[in-house]
């Protein structure tokens, strides 16, 4: 009876009380300003990181799943150790990225409760299953990663499913968390005042959702890959044996494999995000390409021509440890020079950065020539050709050990030829047939161009996979025996896709303008304005070397309990070919 | 003395990092502010000030010249020129203001033949005019080829209502602009005195003396020569192309405003 009476006693001095909330609430202002830093550097700060680290605890484990299998089918130790390696630099960043989810949302509720309360109105419902989808990916990790041992043998495929069942639960969590971001850029399901209008799926089913969720997907692959290469590559450098400067070669081989294969499909996945903000709003979009946000693209596609003349120069120096390579490095220059000229075409501005003189001298800010490049016609043209020559490299590359044994193997290789080429046929054809044609003409034929690339992929692998099967050997690769050069290049390509993702994340938020949430939500607090590349440039950069510093701190305690004992969690690393005498 | 990997692996980062910075930092430097507000009611202001306020507001805040063209037939939007005079015979039995406002806060009502549905409500975020800046819009509308009959009764009162919860937190602009911060930005951020010589204000040659511009030249001109200079075409002697195309983004509202208000004080 006591205990009922303090309930309805605190009930009713809870209704009672309501009141003096509701009217505190009223009273609390829409902003509050970080010390020193400002608000918006703050919460911009650690949504990048938050970013940066959810991107490679997500990105990992989906191709750490698929490397296990295989080395589950093929009996395969190499594999399954492999996967281990990738799944315990994923379990070390997981508690980071959720003590900086964490203080993302104390950020929000603090210093942008007015928004935050806006956003809790629209998304309430989808914070529980947020929280419930969190529980499960975490416990599912956590059995995954300790249960390696326990679920070997005739119990792998209840492990392997856990790590599947991980990937869908992480998977779910990205796509809910891209909701709310998404709504923000396009929002649906809202009146004119910004009230919900019927359930929450249309809020969370808006223009940019489903394209932000694919290109998200990829670009987490592309940046586990990239990550977990740098890592090997760290390692490799400072190896003491040739079995450990082996294992970690052939580590960061496959990290930048799986990198770079996502890779190639990632501009594709831009255009489709690119092609829904337009059509969600023709003024976003235009202001996106073509209006103070135009120069962000240039440093873009610096940023990526950096990553595919990496990859590729990657591929050319692992070539050397392949014996029977020598027959392809003819390909080398050619491809090179491709990849230079698409870079400079990409990189080219429509209006050029002068002087005064040089200004006078051109006729005005257009070079005659070079202005010519600046436009997308050309750039459609140049990534695609790109796209084209980075995937040769990996098929030469592919085959560079291995002699086709098959009768048809002349004709087969004849069909490659033709299909690449026929490719890059189309490919110019359009771009060149761009300048020709209005606008909206033209942006229909860089469809026609990422069907003719995307065909020449898919055919050309359908023919070499079988061509290929059962080949002729002519020698093993000497994993370890890369030039050190090549593992600075895998530092680079993680550094500059890091960088990447910071300028897109920008590039998703600078879109929005002076708005919370595009046309519902203003932005009316003094730092409403949207900053300049320059300083934009500067915070990336600070950011991506405090996520640097944390992930090598973070695998640095990661490895720490694994100092002193050969083959941590009952796993012995395999030799790898190569690796030393005993195995050459 | 040899480098640990670690210290070799942070020098590569950190150079990798500090090109694309530095590169960021070269190019030009454009920030997106939020747009002003423009309040003429209750003022007295003459037809050609609406005009002129209204060509600003299609250029800038309105952004109408981002599909719209006047004397130039564009790929999404149709071409603006004689639009006023167009408008009324758009649709039997309303004016031409009418249709021209009915165009502005109901751009479905009416699709012109050839053209995609996609123009957004001004008066609705985000562009979100309110109802003194569709007054001028539509009265510079009507000065394409038409008569300015445009008064702000003629304007819903429901026009603007909106705004994107938050509320504006924007200054008032009043006309015409202030000509003596006019000039403080034709010498400072317009950095006009770079290329122009104005009375007193020295400028080296490279375009032409501005002294007399409000003399020799239309207010119009003066308007649309800043924020299009290439559109409007180069001066005979002097370089084309030389004068910078991003003044409608680099410049606010009201700096751009002042400024034509210094210009026009140069007789």
Known sequence: MVGAGLVLAGVALLVTALPAFAQEAAREPAYRNFPWIGSRLAVWAVAQLHLNFAAFILGVPIFAVIIEIIGWRTRDPRYDWLSHEFVKLTFAAFSTTALLGAL?????????????????????????????????????????????????????????????????????????????????????????????????????????????????????????????????????????????????????????????????????????????????????????????????????????????????????????????????????????????????????????????????????????????????????????????????????????????????????????????????????????????????????????????????????????????????????IRWGTIAPRSQYVLIILAVTFTWLMGLMGFARSGIRQHWHVYGVLRDTSAEAVTPALGYAANVISVVTLVFFALVMFIFWLGGLSEKGKAGAHGHVAPAIAGGSEDHG | MRLPVGVKVAIVAIVVMGSYSGYANYIPQIESKPPQELSLEGGNVTPAQLIKAGDEIYKTKGTCEICHKIGQKGTRAPDLAGVGARAAKAKPGMTAKAYLIESLINPNAVIVEGYPPIMPAVDKPPIALNRSEVWALTAFLQAQGGTVDVALNDIPATVGAGGGGGGAAAAAVTMPGDAKVGKTIYMGKGGCLACHKAKDIPGTPVGPDLSQIAKIQTPDYIMKKILDPKGMGTVAGFPPGVMPQTFGQTLTAKEYTDLVAFMLTLK
Do not use: C
Not at chain 1, 411 to 432: C, D, E, K, R
């Open chain 1, 104 to 476: 993302l949302l104390f950020l929000f509720v603090g210093y942008y409760p007015k928004f935050w309360t806006y956003m809790t109105s629209i998304f309430f419902p989808t914070y529980w299953v947020y929280a419930l989808l969190f529980f499960a990916e975490t416990f599912t990790v956590y059995l995954w990663y300790y249960g390696w041992d326990w679920l070997s043998g005739s119990r792998k495929w209840i492990h392997v499913s856990l790590g599947v069942l991980s990937n869908l639960f992480g998977t779910a969590i990205l796509f809910l968390a891209n909701s709310w971001v998404t709504f923000m850029v396009s929002p649906a399901g809202v009146d004119e005042s910004g009230a919900l209008k019927g359930g929450v799926w249309a809020a969370i089913n808006n223009y940019a959702w489903m394209p932000i969720n694919i290109h998200r997907l990829i670009a987490n692959i592309v940046f586990g890959g990239t990550i977990a290469a740098a890592y090997a590559a760290f390692r490799f450098l400072g190896a003491r044996t040739d079995e450990e400067r082996a294992r970690y070669d052939w580590m960061g081989y496959i990290g930048n494999f799986v990198a770079l294969s996502a890779f190639i499909v990632l501009p594709f996945a831009g255009y489709y995000l690119g092609r829904e903000i337009y059509a969600f709003n023709q003024t976003m979009g235009i202001t996106m390409m073509g209006g103070f946000m135009s120069w962000l693209w240039i440093i873009q596609a610096i940023l990526i021509g950096v990553l595919f003349i990496g990859s590729n120069y990657y591929l050319w120096l692992g070539m050397e440890r392949i014996p029977g390579s020598e027959r392809y490095r003819k390909y080398v220059p050619p491809m090179l020079i491709i990849l230079a000229i698409g870079f400079m075409v990409w990189a080219t501005p429509r209006s050029m950065v002068v002087t005064l003189d040089e200004a006078r001298a051109m006729g005005g800010t257009h070079h005659p020539i070079l202005g010519f490049l600046g436009v997308m016609s050309a750039k459609n043209t140049a990534v695609n050709l790109m796209i084209l020559t980075t995937f040769l490299s990996f098929v030469l590359y592919r085959r560079a050990n291995r002699v086709s044994q098959k009768p048809w193997v002349k004709t087969g290789m004849a069909v490659q030829w033709a299909v690449i080429a026929l490719a890059a046929v189309i490919v110019t054809f359009y771009g060149v047939y761009g300048y020709f044609v209005e606008s909206l003409v033209r942006i229909g034929f860089s469809v026609y161009q990422v069907v003719a690339v995307l065909a020449a992929i898919v055919i050309v692998m359908a023919i070499d996979i079988p061509m290929f099967k059962g080949a002729r050997s002519t020698g093993v």
